[in-house]
């Protein structure tokens, strides 16, 4: 049982690029969310799914693009990197909206 | 003003120290209360979840809510090594789930 597998583990691009953070999970999770984490900002909601075919912005969703099209996938796309999104990126995943949330190990994407 | 207020730390204590980790915030709605531990480059586990005022204990870990002075503790008795992490406090009113920035807690043998 992988649990929630995030891809890739590290990424640097160049402003400008554009790229897409993978996020899978094996959990039958309705519940799908990426966060972006920050040092002295805690963890903040990019976009988040409570079931395929449905997304919503979260707290932060400026700068990117989410698609649901599978309970098991929820990539999270930047379209134009800027250095403002250097960060580490979580994926989180949960039966339900209130449920126990279980989070990736993470991408660390630098921006330069 | 930020919602959730955690002191970032470093906070370093000897093993086998009882350890006092805290939140404070300032939304009346937060009614679960949770502490997650991540270790060094993994995500964040959830270690305990509260609702309302009061204690709950699990193993060495207790987690105390005062919803009266809008602040949350989480203390570790006989701290391990193994116990050294950051421990993030989080809080949900509705469908609103807020993170605190996290403590960076070292404990050494």
């Known amino acids: 049982n992988a649990g929630v597998t995030q891809t890739p583990k590290f990424q640097v691009l160049k402003t400008g690029q554009s790229m897409t953070l993978q996020c899978a999970q094996d959990m039958n999770h309705e519940y799908m969310s990426w966060y972006r984490q920050d040092p002295g900002m805690g963890l903040r909601l990019i976009h988040y799914s409570v079931g395929a075919g449905i997304t919503d912005q979260g707290e932060v969703p400026n700068g990117y693009n989410v698609s649901r099209s599978t309970t098991e996938d929820f990539p999270l796309r930047l379209l134009s990197a800027a250095p403002s999104q250097t960060s580490v990126y979580f994926c989180a995943s949960s039966f339900g909206t209130n449920e126990k949330l279980f989070f990736g190990s993470g991408t660390q994407l630098s921006v330069l | 003003q930020k919602e959730v207020e955690q002191d970032p730390g470093p906070l370093s204590v000897p093993e086998g120290a009882i350890v006092s980790l805290n939140c404070t915030y300032s939304?009346?709605?937060?009614?679960?209360f949770m502490w997650y531990r991540q270790y060094s480059r993994k995500g964040p586990e959830l270690l305990m979840y509260?609702?309302?005022?009061g204690n709950k204990e699990d193993g060495r870990f207790t987690a105390q809510v005062d919803k009266s002075s809008k602040y949350i503790s989480l203390f570790i008795r006989d701290s391990q090594p193994s116990d050294s992490a950051t421990y993030l406090c989080?809080?949900?009113?509705?469908?609103?789930?807020?993170f605190g920035a996290g403590t960076i807690l070292r404990v050494k043998s």
């Open positions: 939304n009346s709605a937060f009614q679960y």
């Open positions: 989080a809080m949900r009113g509705g469908n609103k789930l807020v």
């Open positions: 509260t609702y309302s005022s």
